[in-house]
């Protein structure tokens, strides 16, 4: 039993308020102007990657915008955004005389979008915003109003008040979280995914399922977050491989924005060890988050499994497999074989030689504190070693 009723992209629309105002559907981006005079926005700037840069979209929304403002286009984000990046980008928000941002792409862009409007409201250095620092300036807001526009299924961080910046000197990818971040409106509009290529499609919704897995798993009452993420991870596992399969299936282009929505609601629980050791891979060779989530997944299931074989096996029921984890960890597998994951971390450069190093920089991570099952040094290395 599922509750999938819709298939036609009239159909695959609606406009929610949890966790703040989504527009949701395709086409929908035709919205913008109404909701930039909703918000007295009128000279915003569109932070967005290089990336995403190389592609018709930032300009056509820029193109959008302009119906109803004067907005600049600052496409500085690298795939990792740097805190000089945010640096750089607010200096662009004040030489335009900005009043609002514009966060459009996937993680990168959305991000570094956020980052910009904490930094260009609250002045000062932006590490202070770093977790566990930030727990010290929450009193502190921005003003600069948000509007985040999605372009990838996955990552979830239009629904965030945080955002992942790295600082190349240490290096670490450092969790920035004010609850000012919250983007004010998103408009996920599943139309601007249609061209996502087969490996970004697998790699970001992968990072959806990671989202939705991980949250579910950690050891925290909150029911709601709790069927959000179980009904996530269906709905990763029915419509990521049509969505790779087949890029124009708007019915799974738009389930999987929702899946990617559903993991970044139900995470607010906390995440675990796939996160951390992800952030610290990301940190220092570089790849691709959604990408080294999908192949850490499987090693970080089986490391946690004395302490989450019961929620497996109930989710596996939920899915309507054998009520057991090894059922589960099939599934998982196949679809991480049908969507083209590598099965090694080796695969995706990162080194042997560095496994005690990226050990040390994960331990730290926010998400290792609410893995199921406790971590320390050895455990972090004993998985890396699992997935080489
Ligand atoms: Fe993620």
């Known amino acids: 039993m599922t509750f999938w009723r819709f298939s036609a992209a009239e159909d695959l629309r609606g406009d929610w308020f949890f966790p703040t105002e989504v527009r949701f559907g395709a086409g929908r981006i035709s919205e913008l102007p109404l909701i930039l005079e909703h918000l007295g926005i009128r000279r915003p ?26 907005p600049i286009l600052w496409p500085g984000a690298d795939q990792n955004p740097t805190g000089q990046q945010v640096t750089e980008g607010v200096a662009a928000f004040h030489l335009h005389e900005a009043d609002g941002v514009i966060a459009l792409g996937g993680g990168s862009g959305l991000d570094c979008g956020k980052s910009v409007a904490l930094l260009a409201g609250c002045g000062g250095d932006l590490w202070r915003f770093a977790y566990p620092r930030s727990l010290e300036h929450q009193h502190e807001r921005t003003t600069v109003p948000i509007i985040a526009i999605p372009t990838t299924a996955g990552t979830g961080a239009e629904v965030e008040a945080s955002g992942i910046i790295t600082d190349p000197l240490k290096p670490v990818k450092a969790g920035i979280v004010n609850a000012s971040m919250l983007p004010r409106v998103v408009i996920a509009d599943p139309e601007l995914t249609l061209s996502l290529p087969p490996n970004l499609t697998a790699w970001t919704g992968m990072d959806a399922l990671s989202h939705n897995l991980e949250a579910l798993l950690v050891r925290q009452f909150h029911p709601m977050a709790d069927a959000i993420g179980a009904e996530g991870i269906r709905i990763c596992h029915a419509f990521l491989p049509r969505a790779v399969a087949n890029g124009g299936d708007i019915t799974a282009r738009s389930y999987m924005m929702a899946a990617a929505i559903m993991g970044a609601t139900s995470f607010v629980k906390g995440l675990g060890a796939m996160h951390a050791l992800s952030h610290a891979i990301g940190a220092l060779v570089g790849a691709q988050h959604g990408l ?24 596996a029921r939920f899915l309507e497999l054998d009520a057991s984890f090894d059922a589960y960890l099939a599934e998982l597998m196949e679809l991480s074989r049908r969507v083209g994951i590598p099965a090694r971390i080796t695969e995706i450069g990162v080194r042997r030689q560095d496994f005690e190093r990226l050990a040390t920089m994960a331990l730290p991570d926010f998400n290792a504190g609410c893995n199921p099952r406790p971590l320390d040094q050895p455990a972090l290395v004993s998985i890396l070693e699992a997935a080489s």
């Open 45 to 70: 700037l569109i932070v967005t990657d290089r990336g995403l840069a190389a592609t018709p979209i930032p300009n056509r929304v820029t193109e959008i915008a302009a119906s109803a403002s004067i």
């Open 292 to 315: 080294t989530n999908a192949v850490l997944m499987p090693h970080v299931l089986r490391f946690n499994r004395p302490a989450v074989e019961k929620p497996i096996s109930e989710l």
